[in-house]
């Protein structure tokens, strides 16, 4: 009683002590609205920014709308533009910092075009991030394998026809340049078929332009299964899917232990991915292979579009696109607006700030990234989008791997089968492991390959989890050589020290003839400067065997990329490849090297050496090991080599008398 009776004469009371306060409250509304607090944009610039940033949806000409973002020097009046096109979120390239300084802002490739009055543009591809529409990956051009009557190709022109009207981008000169690495190379060149008046200059860096045959996805048929997991990334979500896991810290052990790259997509769900089921029901080169091989179609459609095609030597990812097509289109008579840019770098190093004084264990006289930037590119998009000056852009930019010097030439090629300042001049493989320039006896070396013990491509542990840029990938094309060198299933061949310079100036060609017991399998050939073996300086590079250029062929694409053989067993065959382009001279007191094996793993997914259809769904009974027998002598295996006299290229900024 007590309780309730205190109850009923204090509330009251307490009512009335409260209620003054409540009085004097304002109304009250509830926070929770529609829309929530997330508004439509946002942007976290400071409010004396020296730049504006817009965001547009672009209409194409089918009326769906990509998402383009313009960064505009402010107080900016007739100015050229840059643009990038990307399937890796426009919104994230365009940003580096949210700093109020255009310079610091934007990404570090921007860097030059900024300081020199550029406006810059970065647009997500169709279907990507925040454009509208649907994606495809490596979208082909429109034709037999697109009937939907767009592409890259007409996505850059109506962009940039968007962007060269007055009424949308008034700060403009109507002039616009196109710039990007790896698929942002892609999607550059791709501009260049059937190109808007206002495209003046063009630098695809690093293109995926053949997939099946030398960039991405595989070499000469050889498929790289460690690119799996970009294809998921990219192809699983509008935005970046997630990564698959791999397993283990090993990629070794996680792909020999999966079975056939088949095997390991399809235990991570890839049949969900049209993209991966549209490779694995293509191992051969078909006809959605050579379709889409965009070096073709810039061939037999050329433009007069001012272009740099830039080439990184130890390219990792995307060794062939650059460099063919500049080669297939002056061989289609456009000699006068294509450039060639080698330069000494792994695949987007030209992107990476204050990257170019070193790659992997080498380092160079001065930047050469920032020589790129300032000296090639710079001069010359100005020439072509701002009037001037003049940039004298020479044929071929190329960069003297051993002697660590930039040089400017008027043809390139210098060396090879047909047409060029010198033919290829053969160096073969000869008894007791070595190379030599005149063929000896008639004799064979061999060796076992087994697909339970491949040879790894990198020292283990190596694993691609999380990214593509995992720290040892980007430099392996680079990496010591004698952590295989002296295996039973790797046969070595060295010269004789040399007492003079060897320049190599152009793209080397393996030919092998080889026995196997097998019925299928692969054959990787890799040239080596062997350093002298002491080096008091820089005792790391003593001895060090550098890959100049390396790469495979799988046996079943011998004779045909397109219908693949059984390989008969136990007799000879030809297996004649080309590899990377090289631009290096073997000094004096080095050995030229060549390795030959059957894997590189697991870079490279395993060949059965069992002939099946399809080697993605060859069962793990299908792997057997199988003995490789390399013939020798006048008929036997060699390696043509792009040979010129040393002192071709002066390095001094003055073209050389080639073939114009």
Same mark, same amino acid.
């Given at each position: 009683?007590?309780?309730?009776?205190?109850?009923?004469?204090?509330?009251?009371?307490?009512?009335?002590?409260?209620?003054?306060?409540?009085?004097?409250?304002?109304?009250?509304?509830?926070?929770?609205?529609?829309?929530?607090?997330?508004?439509?944009?946002?942007?976290?610039?400071?409010?004396?920014?020296?730049?504006?940033?817009?965001?547009?949806?672009?209409?194409?000409?089918?009326?769906?709308?990509?998402?383009?973002?313009?960064?505009?020097?402010?107080?900016?009046?007739?100015?050229?533009?840059?643009?990038?096109?990307?399937?890796?979120?426009?919104?994230?390239?365009?940003?580096?910092?949210?700093?109020?300084?255009?310079?610091?802002?934007?990404?570090?490739?921007?860097?030059?075009?900024?300081? /020199?009055?550029?406006?810059?543009?970065?647009?997500?591809?169709?279907?990507?991030?925040?454009?509208?529409?649907?994606?495809?990956?490596?979208?082909?051009?429109?034709?037999?394998?697109?009937?939907?009557?767009? #592409?890259?190709?007409? @996505?850059?022109? @109506?962009?940039?026809?968007?962007?060269?009207?007055?009424?949308?981008?008034?700060?403009?000169?109507?002039?616009?340049?196109?710039?990007?690495?790896?698929?942002?190379?892609?999607?550059?060149?791709?501009?260049?078929?059937?190109?808007?008046?206002?495209?003046?200059?063009?630098?695809?860096?690093?293109?995926?332009?053949?997939?099946?045959?030398?960039?991405?996805?595989?070499?000469?048929?050889?498929?790289?299964?460690?690119?799996?997991?970009?294809?998921?990334?990219?192809?699983?979500?509008?935005?970046?899917?997630?990564?698959?896991?791999?397993?283990?810290?090993?990629?070794?052990?996680?792909?020999?232990?999966?079975?056939?790259?088949?095997?390991?997509?399809? =235990?991570?769900?890839?049949?969900?991915?049209?993209?991966?089921?549209?490779?694995?029901?293509?191992?051969?080169?078909?006809?959605?292979?050579?379709?889409?091989?965009?070096?073709?179609?810039?061939?037999?459609?050329?433009? @007069?579009?001012?272009?740099?095609?830039?080439?990184?030597?130890?390219? *990792?990812?995307?060794?062939?696109?650059?460099?063919?097509?500049?080669? *297939?289109?002056?061989?289609?008579?456009?000699?006068?607006?294509? +450039?060639?840019?080698?330069?000494?770098?792994?695949?987007?190093?030209?992107?990476? =700030?204050?990257?170019?004084?070193?790659?992997?264990?080498?380092?160079?006289?001065?930047?050469?990234?920032?020589?790129?930037?300032?000296?090639?590119?710079?001069?010359?998009?100005?020439?072509?989008?701002?009037?001037?000056?003049?940039?004298?852009?020479?044929?071929?930019?190329?960069?003297?791997?051993?002697? @660590?010097?930039?040089?400017?030439?008027?043809?390139?090629?210098?060396?090879?089968?047909?047409?060029?300042?010198?033919?290829?001049?053969?160096?073969?493989?000869?008894?007791?492991?070595?190379?030599?320039?005149?063929?000896?006896?008639?004799?064979?070396?061999?060796?076992?390959?087994?697909?339970?013990?491949?040879?790894?491509?990198?020292?283990?542990?190596?694993?691609?989890?999380?990214?593509?840029?995992?720290?040892?990938?980007?430099?392996?094309?680079?990496? #010591?050589?004698?952590?295989? #060198?002296?295996?039973?299933?790797?046969?070595?061949?060295?010269?004789?020290?040399?007492?003079?310079?060897?320049?190599?100036?152009?793209?080397?060609?393996?030919?092998?003839?080889?026995?196997?017991?097998?019925?299928?399998?692969?054959?990787?050939?890799?040239?080596?400067?062997?350093?002298?073996?002491?080096?008091?300086?820089?005792?790391?590079?003593?001895?060090?065997?550098?890959?100049?250029?390396?790469?495979?062929?799988?046996?079943?694409?011998?004779?045909?990329?397109?219908?693949?053989?059984?390989?008969?067993?136990?007799?000879?065959?030809?297996?004649?490849?080309?590899?990377?382009?090289?631009? +290096?001279?073997?000094?004096?007191?080095?050995?030229?090297?060549? *390795?030959?094996?059957?894997?590189?793993?697991?870079?490279?997914?395993?060949?059965?050496?069992?002939?099946?259809? /399809?080697?993605?769904?060859?069962?793990?009974?299908?792997?057997?090991?199988?003995?490789?027998?390399?013939?020798?002598?006048?008929?036997?295996?060699?390696?043509?080599?792009?040979?010129?006299?040393?002192?071709?290229?002066?390095?001094?900024?003055?073209?050389?008398?080639?073939?114009?």
């Amino acid at each position: 009683m007590k309780g309730s009776k205190w109850t009923a004469m204090t509330l009251p009371i307490a009512l009335l002590a409260v209620a003054p306060a409540s009085a004097q409250q304002p109304s009250m509304t509830s926070i929770v609205q529609p829309g929530g607090d997330i508004p439509d944009d946002y942007s976290p610039a400071p409010a004396h920014a020296d730049h504006d940033r817009r965001v547009v949806m672009v209409p194409m000409r089918d009326g769906v709308k990509l998402q383009t973002i313009i960064i505009v020097p402010k107080g900016a009046q007739n100015a050229p533009i840059l643009m990038g096109r990307t399937p890796y979120d426009a919104t994230a390239r365009s940003t580096r910092t949210t700093s109020g300084s255009m310079l610091q802002a934007l990404p570090f490739e921007n860097e030059e075009f900024v300081r /020199n009055g550029y406006i810059i543009v970065w647009q997500d591809t169709r279907g990507k991030f925040g454009s509208e529409g649907d994606y495809s990956f490596i979208q082909p051009a429109v034709g037999p394998l697109n009937a939907s009557g767009k #592409d890259h190709s007409t @996505d850059a022109y @109506d962009t940039i026809a968007w962007l060269t009207d007055k009424k949308n981008l008034p700060e403009s000169n109507g002039r616009v340049g196109m710039i990007g690495s790896s698929y942002e190379g892609y999607t550059t060149a791709m501009a260049l078929i059937n190109p808007h008046p206002a495209l003046r200059a063009a630098a695809p860096e690093s293109p995926i332009m053949d997939g099946w045959i030398g960039d991405d996805w595989f070499h000469n048929g050889a498929f790289r299964q460690l690119m799996l997991g970009f294809i998921a990334r990219q192809t699983g979500a509008k935005g970046f899917a997630q990564m698959p896991s791999h397993g283990g810290s090993d990629d070794y052990e996680n792909f020999r232990d999966a079975g056939s790259a088949g095997d390991w997509a399809r =235990a991570r769900g890839f049949d969900q991915l049209p993209a991966w089921k549209r490779i694995a029901e293509n191992p051969a080169y078909t006809a959605m292979w050579s379709g889409q091989a965009a070096d073709k179609l810039l061939a037999a459609n050329p433009s @007069d579009v001012p272009t740099l095609w830039v080439q990184p030597i130890w390219d *990792q990812e995307d060794s062939y696109g650059a460099i063919r097509t500049f080669e *297939q289109l002056r061989a289609a008579g456009k000699t006068g607006n294509n +450039h060639l840019v080698l330069g000494p770098w792994f695949h987007s190093q030209v992107n990476r =700030a204050a990257g170019g004084r070193k790659t992997g264990p080498l380092e160079w006289d001065g930047d050469t990234v920032a020589h790129y930037w300032c000296d090639i590119v710079l001069p010359f998009f100005n020439e072509h989008l701002k009037d001037g000056p003049a940039s004298e852009t020479p044929v071929a930019t190329v960069y003297n791997t051993g002697e @660590d010097r930039w040089e400017k030439l008027s043809s390139w090629p210098l060396a090879c089968e047909a047409g060029c300042q010198a033919p290829l001049t053969p160096i073969y493989l000869a008894a007791d492991g070595r190379l030599a320039f005149e063929a000896g006896p008639t004799g064979s070396d061999r060796y076992v390959t087994d697909p339970a013990k491949p040879v790894p491509f990198l020292p283990r542990p190596f694993s691609m989890q999380n990214s593509v840029y995992s720290p040892a990938w980007p430099t392996w094309l680079l990496s #010591d050589q004698r952590h295989v #060198d002296g295996r039973p299933d790797v046969v070595t061949y060295v010269s004789d020290v040399l007492v003079s310079p060897v320049r190599l100036s152009g793209a080397p060609i393996a030919e092998l003839i080889a026995r196997t017991t097998g019925t299928d399998g692969d054959f990787v050939v890799k040239l080596i400067d062997v350093f002298p073996s002491e080096n008091a300086t820089k005792p790391e590079l003593g001895g060090y065997q550098l890959p100049l250029s390396l790469d495979i062929m799988r046996g079943r694409y011998r004779e045909s990329l397109s219908h693949p053989s059984p390989i008969p067993a136990g007799r000879s065959q030809a297996y004649k490849f080309r590899l990377p382009t090289v631009n +290096h001279v073997f000094k004096p007191g080095h050995r030229i090297m060549v *390795q030959v094996q059957s894997t590189l793993f697991p870079l490279y997914d395993r060949n059965p050496q069992t002939y099946v259809p /399809n080697i993605f769904n060859a069962t793990k009974e299908d792997f057997r090991a199988a003995t490789v027998t390399l013939e020798r002598g006048a008929k036997g295996s060699r390696i043509w080599l792009p040979i010129v006299t040393p002192d071709t290229g002066n390095g001094t900024g003055d073209a050389l008398p080639g073939s114009e």
